[in-house]
């Protein structure tokens, strides 16, 4: 499986931004699709995930802010993750990754990509 992620940019605080990231390869073996963010100085953190079955956990920090939508093209996996009233703790660079059968943890990863706020 191969990851590619597009989005990110700078935005003022209440802002909002939409990340994508479209995988390709051997779908089929993606049990579920993740972001992570990681700040500057601190650890990478999960964000948010979905099943392929739809199935969406957004962790406290981003719960209500944040949602996770499909492509509804049969042809392609591509997820989005729009994130809505941005805070200037949302500034991280974030990675999307998924979760595939047979594997013990998420791999592989799609390039980070920044997103700034402003204050």
């Known amino acids: 499986v191969q990851l590619q992620a597009s989005g990110g940019g700078l935005v003022q605080v209440g802002g909002s931004l939409r990340l994508s990231c479209s995988a390709s390869?051997?779908?089929?073996?993606?049990?579920?699709m993740a972001w992570f963010r990681q700040a500057p100085g601190k650890r990478r953190e999960l964000v948010a995930t979905?099943?392929?079955?739809?199935?969406?956990?957004?962790e406290d920090p981003v719960k209500g802010r944040f949602t996770i939508s499909k492509d509804n093209s049969n042809d392609t996996y591509t997820r989005y993750l729009q994130m809505n009233n941005l805070k200037p703790e949302d500034t991280a660079v974030y990675y999307c990754?998924?979760?595939?059968?047979?594997?013990?943890?998420?791999?592989?990863w799609g390039q980070g990509t920044l997103v700034t706020v402003s204050s």
């Open positions: 990754t998924v979760d595939l059968r047979g594997s013990d943890r998420f791999g592989p």
């Open positions: 979905v099943t392929t079955a739809g199935r969406t956990i957004y």
């Open positions: 390869g051997s779908i089929s073996t993606i049990n579920a």
